[in-house]
């Protein structure tokens, strides 16, 4: 506020020397025919501007030294009178008053301004400013949002206070003749911006309303398609040949495709379409795209064809290159792994594509009897096989999650020289708690050989041979 009254007194005496070069009487254009047809004997004019014909040059000639119609008969002119201009100090005083009236108003927004900036601090000191959040995940707090909105509020101000300089100092010199030149130059720089802008948002308001109804259109088709996924995802729509985890991607590819169409239609009707300028960033956005983003668009191909194959789904219990663990996230780019020990190993989808996939799950949910869990001891030869058959299928049928129906089984996979080995194998439904599962097979395993009396260690033998 001080330094606006700093430039109101400056302006006063730069306005006031205006006034006084600007105290000689103005003149008017009456007529603009040859000087023989237009001023008669009795007219006395206050100046000729004379433009011969022959003589490039402007020359102003003033009342009684005017040529006679004889000498300018052949020349273009026109004839300027006397009108008298308001008194010097009523234009003085109009002056001042628009400056201080300014004055006052830029007062009485900086005071507005200021009082909204306490109400906010108010606000915040009781609690009524919130956090901002999107999607359970805070953006901003509230002493940020309040930061925001003051700075917000302070370019409004300053803006609003530019505005009415730049309207007030062509208004002052609208007053006097030798700043009136001045004075239609700024407001023209001013309007004439203002001018273009608003011709031009008329006459792009039919290309706009194109652009309203093709975006419209295509909100509404996929908010059908969105409601013939969810119906198809919820089991409540069947299509022969379609799954229903299909439902979810596949709306997503056709929202992809729709709106990239919609975007090709309204293209031609976006301001600055045709210019050069226009096209040459569309063109260079395209190039640092395709240059940047080749592994992505590859992942992004790999993931669309994972999503058709049907590996896994969110929820099962898979092994990728050695990791086991639970699908957490699935998308176009990369698969999330969270395994058994809580950790999170992340797989670009072209990893995915290009690797063998064990999906327990599958196993468990599409076979009737489950998924096979096993175990493998090795005995000597001296204890019979009978009973360890006895001992590890007793041993399963003990152990928690282990499904009674089918009955477990043994399986010698292999006979040494100084031992056999044994495979116990059971099913199970519950894949989530396979860790535990083992574990407890295990300590069923050794308390079965340890009621039996059989000692589980078996001879390990090694020949060496010794140099001479």
Same mark, same amino acid.
């Given at each position: 506020?001080?330094?606006?009254?700093?430039?109101?007194?400056?302006?006063?005496?730069?306005?006031?020397?205006?006034?006084?070069?600007?105290?000689?009487?103005?003149?008017?254009?009456? @007529?603009?025919?040859?000087?023989?047809?237009?001023?008669?004997?009795?007219?006395?004019?206050?100046?000729?501007?004379?433009? %011969?014909? %022959?003589?490039?040059?402007?020359?102003?000639?003033?009342?009684?030294?005017?040529?006679?119609?004889?000498?300018?008969?052949?020349?273009?002119?026109?004839?300027?009178?006397?009108?008298?201009?308001?008194?010097?100090?009523?234009?003085?005083?109009?002056?001042?008053?628009?400056?201080?009236?300014?004055?006052?108003?830029?007062?009485?927004?900086?005071?507005?301004?200021?009082?909204?900036?306490?109400?906010?601090?108010?606000?915040?000191?009781?609690?009524?400013?919130?956090?901002?959040?999107?999607?359970?995940?805070?953006?901003?707090?509230?002493?940020?949002?309040?930061?925001?909105?003051?700075?917000?509020?302070?370019?409004?101000?300053?803006?609003?206070?530019?505005?009415?300089?730049?309207?007030?100092?062509?208004?002052?010199?609208?007053?006097?003749?030798?700043?009136?030149?001045?004075?239609?130059?700024?407001?023209?720089?001013?309007?004439?911006?203002?001018?273009?802008?608003?011709?031009?948002?008329?006459?792009?308001?039919?290309?706009?309303?194109?652009?309203?109804?093709?975006?419209?259109?295509?909100?509404?088709?996929?908010?059908?398609? =969105?409601?013939?996924?969810?119906?198809?995802?919820?089991? *409540?729509? =069947?299509?022969?040949?379609?799954?229903?985890?299909?439902?979810?991607?596949?709306? *997503?590819?056709?929202?992809?495709?729709?709106?990239?169409?919609?975007?090709?239609?309204?293209?031609?009707?976006?301001?600055?379409?045709?210019?050069?300028?226009?096209?040459?960033?569309?063109?260079?956005?395209?190039?640092?795209?395709?240059?940047?983003?080749?592994?992505?668009?590859?992942?992004?191909? @790999?993931?669309?064809?994972?999503?058709?194959?049907?590996?896994?789904?969110?929820?099962?219990?898979?092994?990728?290159?050695?990791?086991?663990?639970?699908?957490?996230?699935?998308?176009?780019?990369?698969?999330?792994?969270?395994?058994?020990?809580?950790?999170?190993?992340?797989?670009?989808?072209?990893?995915?594509?290009?690797?063998?996939?064990?999906?327990?799950?599958?196993?468990?949910?599409?076979?009737?009897?489950?998924?096979?869990?096993?175990?493998?001891?090795?005995?000597?030869?001296?204890?019979?096989?009978?009973?360890?058959?006895?001992?590890?299928?007793?041993?399963?049928?003990?152990?928690?999650?282990?499904?009674?129906?089918? *009955?477990?089984?043994?399986?010698?996979? =292999?006979?040494?020289?100084?031992?056999?080995?044994?495979?116990?194998?059971?099913?199970?439904?519950?894949?989530?708690?396979?860790?535990?599962?083992? @574990?407890?097979?295990?300590?069923?395993?050794?308390?079965?050989?340890?009621?039996?009396?059989?000692?589980?260690?078996?001879?390990?033998?090694?020949?060496?041979?010794?140099?001479?």
């Amino acid at each position: 506020m001080r330094n606006f009254l700093v430039i109101v007194v400056l302006l006063l005496p730069l306005t006031f020397s205006f006034a006084q070069e600007a105290d000689i009487d103005t003149a008017e254009i009456i @007529a603009g025919e040859p000087l023989t047809e237009n001023i008669s004997a009795s007219e006395e004019p206050a100046a000729v501007f004379v433009v %011969d014909s %022959d003589d490039p040059v402007n020359e102003i000639i003033l009342g009684p030294e005017a040529p006679a119609a004889d000498a300018v008969s052949s020349a273009s002119f026109a004839i300027f009178t006397h009108e008298e201009e308001r008194p010097l100090l009523h234009r003085l005083g109009a002056v001042l008053i628009i400056l201080l009236g300014v004055a006052l108003l830029i007062w009485l927004i900086w005071f507005l301004f200021k009082r909204l900036e306490r109400n906010l601090e108010q606000q915040a000191g009781n609690g009524k400013i919130k956090p901002f959040y999107i999607h359970k995940f805070i953006l901003f707090t509230a002493k940020q949002v309040i930061n925001i909105v003051e700075v917000f509020l302070r370019l409004f101000k300053y803006l609003l206070t530019i505005v009415l300089l730049i309207i007030t100092i062509p208004v002052v010199f609208s007053f006097f003749a030798p700043t009136r030149n001045i004075a239609s130059a700024l407001f023209g720089y001013i309007l004439n911006p203002l001018k273009d802008i608003g011709i031009g948002a008329l006459e792009y308001i039919p290309n706009l309303i194109r652009i309203i109804i093709f975006v419209i259109i295509t909100r509404y088709v996929l908010k059908g398609l =969105k409601f013939l996924a969810d119906q198809i995802e919820k089991g *409540k729509l =069947k299509l022969t040949g379609f799954y229903s985890d299909w439902a979810s991607p596949t709306y *997503k590819i056709l929202q992809v495709l729709l709106w990239a169409f919609t975007v090709a239609i309204i293209y031609p009707y976006l301001p600055g379409s045709d210019s050069r300028a226009f096209q040459g960033v569309s063109v260079f956005v395209g190039v640092i795209f395709s240059i940047g983003s080749t592994s992505a668009i590859g992942n992004l191909v @790999a993931g669309l064809v994972i999503t058709y194959m049907r590996p896994f789904k969110i929820g099962d219990r898979v092994n990728i290159k050695d990791i086991t663990g639970f699908v957490v996230e699935k998308n176009l780019m990369v698969v999330r792994l969270k395994t058994h020990k809580n950790e999170y190993v992340t797989f670009p989808n072209l990893i995915i594509l290009g690797s063998s996939i064990i999906n327990y799950n599958t196993s468990s949910d599409e076979d009737e009897e489950g998924l096979i869990i096993f175990a493998e001891v090795t005995f000597g030869y001296s204890t019979p096989w009978q009973t360890i058959h006895d001992i590890l299928i007793n041993a399963a049928l003990a152990t928690e999650n282990v499904l009674k129906k089918p *009955k477990p089984f043994v399986l010698q996979t =292999k006979l040494d020289d100084f031992y056999a080995c044994y495979q116990i194998n059971c099913y199970t439904k519950d894949v989530s708690h396979v860790p535990k599962i083992y @574990a407890a097979l295990y300590e069923n395993i050794q308390n079965g050989f340890k009621e039996n009396n059989i000692d589980m260690t078996s001879a390990h033998y090694r020949v060496a041979s010794i140099e001479k």
